[in-house]
């Protein structure tokens, strides 16, 4: 026991000098950072000019359940089928199970160690060699145990700057998911909307054919009583089959496109044949929220996660300047050692071993300096996404408003057209079948009406496809509940 006391007071002495002479020494280190830094800065949503553009409107922002503003409980189901089957939640999910394994090995590095061994050889010893007899030339077994602890001390912070930047990109994984999670379920609605859309634009191509038909058998009446010829009765019948057509095209494109939500469902393409048509109603008022952009930073998920990787490089550069300096690692082993099995446990055999590893590098060819560079771009690298991210969704926020107010006017112009070219073809057909026009002009009336009437249903169904890309732009209800790092240039 008195010399294992004495060995650890030695132990003592001996870390203690080495570390006044590992200090002494780093002030002298040739390998050092000088002249390596950040040149990017991060933006801040203020100093971009949105007062016009993006305007205070006293709106919402977007809660989690969004889509139910169109009052149709079969889009409300597909989002959460989507939500609960589709393979690229799954994805998701991985990625971010994937980050969180990574932050719980960063940890186990600021931590002690401990480990327990035990090896068993048998060898024949050599009989020219330095072992003495009676075991030179011998078979012998040769038995270890040994119950080992280290730990770094991270004088520099070396390993808890690693563990921060872990636990950084598991918050920008958990906001990728986020991403995800938007970008699916918009996807499913606007194709729901699509659906929508088809299905009005088929009700439209069926009235078409059923005027066609009734041009087709007024053109017949009138070659009864000489008023037209062989000639209109083709042109009617022509005009009747391109009809028909149109509507078996857009048939086709009804499949497709339900095929296509199935596909976002993560189900075969049969789940899709299974929807009903849509119901969506107009949804809700269009207002932009307050304190944009702001506020934006920490509604879209996407600002979020870049946010979130910016500071991850942040505590990299850190753990990589810390690899400057000298690395103690202190460890420790108890354990037994000796010749076959009969002295194996017993205190003759008995081993310890005590003390600290120093490293310090001093000349590594510009290995570590290349290493910081590198941390350095890759932090200027996200930075320029995270503002590019920043400007691209204030710029989508922008675009989607100026589109909806857009659309409201155009809709209210095509309603008025719409309104007397309905007029206008009832009028033709009137005076058609009156003998008192020509074919001509009922079917460029018809032609006209049918035009704005699609108009319409595609400006409706426009509007409907811009207010769910607003609700993405302005998050889909998203906030980021974590205290968001403080970011600034990284020197």
Same mark, same amino acid.
């Given at each position: 026991m008195d010399s294992q006391i004495k060995m650890t007071h030695c132990a003592s002495r001996g870390l203690r000098a080495g570390i006044s002479v590992v200090g002494a020494v780093a002030l002298s280190a040739c390998v050092n950072y000088a002249g390596i830094h950040g040149d990017q800065q991060i933006a801040e949503p203020q100093q971009y000019a949105t007062q016009q553009s993006v305007p205070a409107?006293?709106?919402?922002?977007?809660? &989690?359940?969004?889509?139910?503003?169109?009052?149709? /409980?079969? =889009?409300?189901? @597909?989002? $959460?089928?989507a939500l609960r089957d589709s393979p690229t939640i799954a994805q998701a999910s991985a990625r971010v199970a994937a980050a969180a394994a990574y932050s719980e090995t960063a940890k186990a590095a600021t931590l002690p160690r401990a480990d327990a061994s035990y090896s068993y050889m048998r060898e024949q010893l050599s009989g020219s060699s330095y072992i003495p007899p009676p075991y030179a030339g011998s078979w012998q077994s040769q038995n270890t145990g040994l119950l080992s602890a280290?730990?770094?001390?991270?004088?520099?912070?070396?390993?808890?700057?690693?563990?921060?930047?872990?636990?950084?990109?598991?918050?920008?994984?958990?906001?990728?998911?986020?991403?995800?999670?938007?970008?699916?379920?918009? &996807?499913?609605?606007?194709?729901?909307?699509?659906? /929508?859309? =088809?299905?009005? @634009?088929? $009700?439209?191509?069926?009235?078409?054919?059923?005027?066609?038909e009734r041009i087709d058998r007024l053109t017949a009446d009138r070659i009864a009583t000489g008023l037209d010829t062989d000639v209109e009765l083709k042109i009617a019948q022509a005009n009747l089959a391109t009809s028909r057509a149109a509507l078996k095209a857009i048939d086709g494109s009804i499949v497709t496109t339900r095929y296509e939500i199935?596909?976002?469902?993560?189900?075969?393409?049969?789940?899709?044949l299974a929807i009903a048509r849509p119901t969506l109603g107009i949804g809700d008022e269009v207002r932009l929220p307050d304190n944009l952009p702001a506020d934006l930073v920490s509604r879209r998920p996407d600002i979020v996660a870049a946010r979130w990787r910016v500071d991850g490089l942040t505590h990299e550069v850190k753990s990589v300047k810390a690899e400057f300096y000298p690395d103690i690692n202190l460890s420790a082993a108890i354990g037994f050692d000796a010749f076959g099995f009969g002295r194996f446990l017993t205190a003759a055999s008995r081993t310890a071993s005590v003390g600290p590893a120093i490293h310090l590098p001093i000349f590594d060819a510009g290995e570590l300096r290349a290493k910081l560079k590198g941390r350095y771009a890759e932090f200027d690298y996200a930075v320029a996404t995270y503002n590019q991210t920043l400007v691209t969704a204030l710029?989508?926020?922008?675009?989607?408003?100026?589109?909806?107010?857009?659309?409201?006017?155009?809709?209210?112009?095509?309603?008025?057209?719409?309104?007397?070219?309905?007029?206008?073809?009832?009028?033709?057909?009137?005076?058609?079948?009156?003998?008192?026009?020509?074919?001509?002009?009922?079917?460029?009336?018809?032609?006209?009406a049918l035009s704005a009437d699609q108009a319409v249903a595609n400006l409706r169904m426009n509007r409907r496809d811009q207010q769910i890309a607003l609700a993405q732009a302005l998050g889909g209800g998203y906030t980021d509940t974590q205290e968001q790092p403080s970011l600034g240039a990284l020197k």
């Open positions: 409107e006293g709106g919402r922002w977007p809660a &989690a359940n969004w889509a139910d503003q169109f009052g149709d /409980a079969q =889009l409300r189901a @597909l989002i $959460d089928e280290s730990y770094e001390l991270d004088l520099w912070g070396k390993n808890r700057e690693a563990l921060k930047a872990a636990l950084s990109q598991l918050q920008a994984s958990e906001a990728d998911a986020q991403v995800v999670r938007l970008t699916l379920t918009t &996807a499913v609605a606007r194709a729901y909307n699509q659906l /929508a859309r =088809l299905y009005v @634009l088929r $009700d439209i191509a069926a009235q078409e054919i059923a005027q066609r199935a596909a976002l469902l993560g189900a075969g393409p049969d789940r899709g710029s989508q926020v922008a675009t989607q408003l100026a589109d909806i107010r857009a659309t409201d006017g155009q809709l209210t112009d095509a309603q008025t057209a719409q309104s007397a070219a309905r007029r206008a073809d009832e009028l033709a057909l009137t005076q058609y079948k009156a003998g008192l026009t020509n074919q001509l002009t009922v079917l460029n009336a018809d032609v006209t």
